[in-house]
């Protein structure tokens, strides 16, 4: 049994029209004799209008049944596009999370797939050609409705494909595929055909908003093949897979950026055993994501400490921080809202030593200063002034001349 | 363990505002030490809003696919007001049907319920005090949503009363109880108090829109006291139980009326054996509902048929008869719309013969022509011109002086 995934979006489903033609997808692979698993969103603004009435009800609404409410969405969605099949004649059902069943736990609004029943869906495949499987939702051991958090639907695209061995995952999107860098930013981004998963986890988790980030762990760990395409047109998209030779080949394969960000300075630490524990601690049991950190070299026994976290949580780090000030021992807390990060990722830098400084000068030539830097084995992100993102976006993007087609190693 | 069913409809829960005021309702029995399971219907006009989208998408929507999606109506205002009794610090949860779970058989659409697992919800209710269960819904052997029908909440809430062995089960509405008749064709008519389940069926056939017939043959069945009344006062309404002596007591216990009905009559049939038979197997077959029948003393063989079906099935009904003209045997084919049904009803006239003269008397003293006149036991039933029809019920309420409270026997 050759078996085909493919999920669309809420914007895809979000009418009639978007989903006859999203009909007309489904159907290919299925004349071509293939069992197709159509994972759906909910039609596009449903989730927010049902998370808005939660809210009208309750200050804080109850998340399983908030959950329980949103799953509603994509309930809808895919009853009515099991209805257009039929009427074609197809041979299909819609599946909800409880009746796949998708186990998860029950970490409602952000649930983590645990099991899905293979067996249980095969049989349903030895009965039924297509099954119009609802996205973005699962259900407890104890029967419960979870949803597994924003963009969830790429994940139970891509969970469905590992637990049924699927040919190919194809993700629908609105774009057509994943870019060497946000083409809203720079008009010579250039769609990327092959991207490792490392690659795509870097380019994901700096907001390139085509996967989401968890479906990509998922795919990585279970080894399938991801198509990013688009809804709207026919063309190739980009293959999320394992890394190949071909890739190790390629030096970058794209710049992402984050303008969520925020700078936080500590001036003047007392440089003793156990300061980054205490300053660091306090912070991730709040759950604020720090990211770079830069400590200056010591002297006199004080130390500048540096850390970047998302914008939405200065004003609780600050609170949280200067209420420890005594016992930290630092003299003064700076903060700087007008940054943002701008990464150069490619797999293959992992054996080359020229990224950075190629980076490092490309940058200097247009007088950006570099405000701290960090680099992993296939990243090099720099922070700088925000108002120069766009300009750093399209000079890395041109220095690596990612609009020529994949750079080559030297 | 002391269990209260309660039961709201739509409009009822259509709102926050009106959720609020059932949350009053809900939480009196609870405060007083019961457990308590609250049915609810979908918010008013959720599930004519979803029917419609179906529409949209397909001309006869799959009843399975159809049933998944309007279920979404009872899960969201089961989650809603699930939250509003949480944030009052209210342990409890909603319970969809497959949770419950309630097994239905597989007619999408009008499913009857044929198994509700009652240890699951004990279970439940050891851990929680206020289950919100969603009516109208339910899961067939192999876990496919299913609804119950138009009104199904009603049915889902007396079966659950029936399956938990629950004190009472309240049906809250948006009028104050059963009337005598139809306030709005007569000012004059009274809350009935008691009634018994018999009397309830006739009524309720017969158009009054309080309680769906289902669910007072299920509480019938199941000997659950049922209690209607009103979301938006405080009076006590009207019990539904068993016959007891009382009720038999009364003479006669509401007037009930049905405009939608239609007459046809096959002029001169052959009087063969068989020959109603012939007329009535073709119109079983297509499901219409034929009610009176009057067959007229037989002269030279032949004799006139005359039946009352729903107006909706005149069309289908012709259709059919006329295609069997020569196999019949019969002259001519007339119908008539223009008519409409009358009843009396109450247990009491089981046993008393004067009820039908005296209701034939009322209404030829207003010149009112009976059509055709059938009985039962506890019912005796007009069919006059619809013209007629507020003068009719207006005429018998106050022959039987169902104004000035029950009518004793003479």
């Excluded at 029943?117 to 029967?143: C, H, P, R």
Aim: net charge negative; glycine share 6%; hydrophobic share 40%.
């Amino acid at each position: 049994m050759n078996i085909v995934v493919q999920k669309f979006g809420g914007t895809s489903v979000r009418n009639l029209e978007c989903q006859c033609q999203v009909m007309q997808k489904v159907l290919r692979p299925y004349r071509e004799g293939n069992k197709v698993i159509v994972v759906l969103s909910a039609m596009s603004g449903e989730t927010n209008r049902l998370l808005s009435l939660a809210c009208e009800w309750a200050e804080c609404p109850d998340p399983a049944e908030a959950d329980s409410m949103v799953s509603t969405g994509e309930q809808i969605s895919c009853a009515l596009f099991a209805m257009l099949l039929k009427q074609q004649g197809v041979n299909c059902r819609s599946v909800l999370g409880f009746q796949a069943p998708v186990r998860t736990n029950d970490a409602f609004g952000k649930a983590r797939i645990t099991a899905i029943d293979s067996e249980s869906l095969m049989n349903m495949l030895q009965e039924y050609d297509i099954l119009v499987v609802a996205g973005f939702q699962g259900v407890t051991g104890d029967n419960r409705i979870t949803t597994l958090g924003r963009g969830g639907s790429d994940t139970s695209a891509v969970a469905l494909a590992a637990a049924l061995d699927a040919d190919v995952c194809e993700i629908y999107t609105d774009v057509p595929g994943v870019f060497t860098t946000d083409p809203n930013m720079c008009t010579d981004a250039r769609k990327i055909d092959r991207i490792a998963y490392d690659e795509m986890l870097e380019m994901a988790s700096m907001g390139a908003k085509v996967l989401q980030i968890r479906s990509v762990e998922f795919a990585k760990k279970y080894n399938v093949t991801v198509h990013v395409r688009s809804t709207f047109s026919d063309e190739q998209g980009t293959i999320v897979t394992q890394e190949d030779e071909t890739m190790e080949s390629v030096l970058v394969s794209g710049i992402a950026y984050d303008k969520d960000q925020a700078q936080i300075t500590l001036v003047h630490v007392m440089d003793k055993p156990g300061v980054s524990a205490q300053i660091f601690s306090p912070l991730a049991e709040k759950k604020i994501l720090v990211d770079m950190i830069v400590q200056n070299p010591s002297k006199d026994g004080k130390t500048d400490m540096t850390f970047t976290i998302p914008r939405a949580d200065v004003k609780q780090t600050i609170n949280t921080l200067e209420k420890l000030k005594y016992e930290i021992g630092y003299e003064e807390l700076t903060s700087d809202l007008n940054v943002s990060k701008v990464s150069i990722i490619g797999v293959g830098m992992r054996n080359h030593s020229g990224v950075a400084s190629r980076a490092f000068r490309a940058l200097a030539d247009e007088n950006i200063n570099i405000l701290m830097i960090s680099t992993s084995e296939i990243k090099v992100t720099c922070l700088i002034e925000d108002k120069y993102t766009e300009l750093a976006v399209r000079t890395l993007h041109e220095a690596f001349q990612l609009d020529k087609g994949p750079v080559e190693k030297p």
